[in-house]
């Protein structure tokens, strides 16, 4: 068992930049592929960006090129630098780890908005 804790969320306008992270209570070792998804008003949870242990990464096209998603495994963190962020980004962004089921953490609120 595991417990993902987000943190970082906020309001910030058009154009500017957030980093979220989640930090595991336990070794993230095991815990293979990680990452983010979000979910906004009204519609479906969408895969945001997620990585393996080796360093792959694969992002959603909405955000390729504005994202970045690391993990620490020393540290049992997973990080998404958000930059270039739009109104359209706004959502409950939510950690995820794949282990011997899926864990999720409870959600970091990001709205962009001026």
């Known amino acids: 068992q595991v417990q993902l804790v987000e943190s970082g969320g906020g309001l910030v306008q058009p154009g500017g930049s957030l980093r979220l992270s989640c930090a595991a209570s336990?070794?993230?070792?095991?815990?293979?592929?990680m990452g983010w998804y979000r979910q906004a008003p009204g519609k479906q949870r969408e895969l945001v960006a997620v990585i393996t242990s080796g360093g792959g990464t694969n992002y959603a096209d909405s955000v390729k090129g504005r994202f970045t998603v690391s993990r620490d495994n020393a540290k049992n963190t997973v990080n998404l630098q958000m930059n270039s962020l739009k109104p359209e980004d706004t959502a409950v962004y939510y950690c995820?780890?794949?282990?011997?089921?899926?864990?999720w953490g409870q959600g970091t609120q990001v709205t962009v908005s001026s």
């Open positions: 995820w780890g794949l282990g011997v089921r899926d864990y």
């Open positions: 336990r070794s993230i070792f095991s815990i293979n592929p």
